[in-house]
């Protein structure tokens, strides 16, 4: 659908940008709204970009009243599992109230598409492995109750406006585009694969793995890390599939899990050194495993994860931070 106009929310943020690279080579037409609260300005070349926050409903409205999107694709979150059990205010108005207001706001403006990033967090602990959709909803963090929070209006949306919608449940988003200027820079750093490569390149002299006594065969979380690039892919595919179906909720994964010692391990040989992280308490919130079944994804968009390979997500890693160690603080 070349010429397809999008407003992309968060779309200066680290998973929001990688689309925003694959939307615009895919001939769509971006519009970016962020707050730059966590996102770069410097990730996003060739698009209009607004500075802007959801929770200023109004300005929002008014752009929106101004302008005509075929989608709407919803990025803009606060997404830290830990954090979000200590400060969930921030999580119940950054994702839930700002939610609400762009569907208001596209409920006034006659806006009836939107794909918005949800999460495995939905789940919480489960009861079955890989997951599938129809897996109980039993988020353990705030972070996941709001996103499933957000679902549920979706689903109200739909039935009462018309709103068509698709929640993309991801797991673990991991990998960049270093050739195009894109990684991954969060301040401060909490995922596993930055920080166990920000440590293999002396950046920092620790590396905590939370827990060591889990339920798993090394004693370490499982998780299913999955390349930005291929959730790009797959937004594309879930705006083009809203045509024919009004609801979609798909999760986002390779099938595949990989425990918090063997990312330390993949980096370790990737970089030539044996990395020695030290254990530390498990982390709020943090489910033993988490793996997708990406059947429903392929059935229903033919998508399915094809840069996720972890040797590549490790090396793109390495070579992003290795060439900007302050991250995009130093691209100009
Ligand atoms: N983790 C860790 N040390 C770190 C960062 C993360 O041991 O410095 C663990 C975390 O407890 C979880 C896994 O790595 O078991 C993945 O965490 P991450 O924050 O990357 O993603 P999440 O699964 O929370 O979305």
Same mark, same amino acid.
């Given at each position: 659908?070349?010429?397809?106009?999008?407003?992309?929310?968060?779309?200066?943020?680290?998973?929001?940008?990688?689309?925003?690279?694959?939307?615009?080579?895919?001939?769509?037409?971006?519009?970016?709204w962020?707050?730059?609260?966590?996102?770069?300005?410097?990730?996003?070349?060739?698009?209009?970009?607004?500075?802007?926050?959801?929770?200023?409903?109004?300005?929002?409205?008014?752009?929106?009243?101004?302008?005509?999107?075929h989608?709407?694709?919803?990025?803009?979150?606060?997404?830290?599992?830990?954090?979000?059990?200590?400060?969930?205010?921030?999580?119940?108005?950054?994702?839930?109230?700002?939610?609400?207001?762009?569907?208001?706001?596209?409920?006034?403006?006659?806006?009836?598409?939107?794909?918005?990033?949800?999460?495995?967090?939905?789940?919480g602990?489960?009861?079955?492995?890989?997951?599938?959709?129809?897996?109980?909803?039993?988020?353990?963090?705030?972070?996941?109750? &709001?996103? *499933?929070?957000?679902?549920?209006?979706? !689903?109200?949306? /739909?039935? %009462?406006? =018309?709103?068509?919608?698709?929640?993309?449940?991801?797991?673990?988003?991991?990998?960049?585009?270093?050739?195009?200027?894109?990684?991954?820079?969060?301040?401060?750093?909490?995922?596993?694969?930055?920080?166990?490569?920000?440590?293999?390149?002396?950046?920092?002299?620790?590396?905590?793995?939370?827990?060591?006594?889990?339920p798993?065969?090394?004693?370490?979380?499982?998780?299913?890390?999955?390349?930005?690039?291929?959730?790009?892919?797959?937004?594309?595919?879930?705006?083009?599939?809203?045509?024919?179906?009004?609801?979609?909720?798909?999760?986002?994964?390779?099938? &595949?899990? *990989?425990?918090?010692?063997?990312?330390? !391990?993949?980096? /370790?040989? %990737?970089? =030539?050194?044996?990395?020695?992280?030290v254990?530390?308490?498990?982390?709020?919130?943090?489910?033993?495993?988490?793996?997708?079944?990406?059947?429903?994804?392929?059935?229903?968009?033919q998508?399915?994860?094809?840069?996720s390979?972890?040797?590549?997500?490790?090396?793109?890693?390495?070579?992003?931070?290795?060439?900007?160690?302050?991250?995009?603080?130093?691209?100009?």
């Amino acid at each position: 659908m070349p010429n397809t106009e999008i407003l992309v929310i968060g779309g200066a943020g680290y998973v929001g940008s990688h689309f925003v690279l694959y939307a615009l080579k895919h001939g769509c037409r971006v519009c970016v709204w962020d707050n730059l609260s966590t996102g770069h300005r410097s990730a996003l070349r060739d698009v209009r970009f607004l500075a802007g926050d959801l929770n200023d409903r109004e300005a929002f409205q008014a752009h929106l009243a101004g302008n005509r999107y075929h989608t709407i694709f919803h990025f803009a979150a606060s997404c830290l599992v830990g954090e979000s059990v200590v400060n969930p205010a921030k999580y119940y108005e950054n994702n839930v109230i700002a939610a609400f207001n762009m569907l208001e706001a596209m409920r006034a403006t006659g806006h009836d598409r939107v794909v918005f990033s949800s999460t495995c967090s939905v789940y919480g602990l489960p009861e079955e492995l890989p997951i599938r959709e129809g897996h109980a909803k039993n988020p353990i963090s705030p972070y996941g109750k &709001t996103k *499933l929070a957000i679902e549920w209006m979706l !689903e109200d949306y /739909s039935a %009462a406006y =018309g709103i068509r919608w698709a929640a993309l449940r991801y797991f673990n988003a991991a990998g960049c585009e270093p050739d195009e200027g894109l990684g991954e820079d969060h301040d401060p750093e909490t995922h596993l694969i930055p920080n166990v490569v920000r440590h293999a390149l002396d950046l920092d002299p620790r590396l905590v793995i939370f827990g060591n006594d889990y339920p798993t065969p090394d004693g370490t979380c499982i998780r299913d890390y999955i390349h930005v690039t291929d959730l790009a892919e797959a937004h594309i595919a879930a705006m083009r599939k809203l045509d024919e179906i009004p609801q979609i909720r798909l999760n986002l994964g390779t099938g &595949t899990g *990989l425990s918090n010692l063997q990312v330390v !391990e993949a980096v /370790s040989s %990737a970089c =030539g050194k044996k990395l020695e992280p030290v254990f530390g308490p498990r982390r709020p919130g943090d489910p033993p495993e988490l793996v997708a079944d990406p059947g429903e994804a392929f059935r229903m968009l033919q998508w399915q994860a094809r840069r996720s390979h972890p040797d590549r997500i490790v090396a793109e890693v390495l070579r992003w931070m290795s060439d900007h160690p302050g991250g995009y603080a130093e691209v100009h």
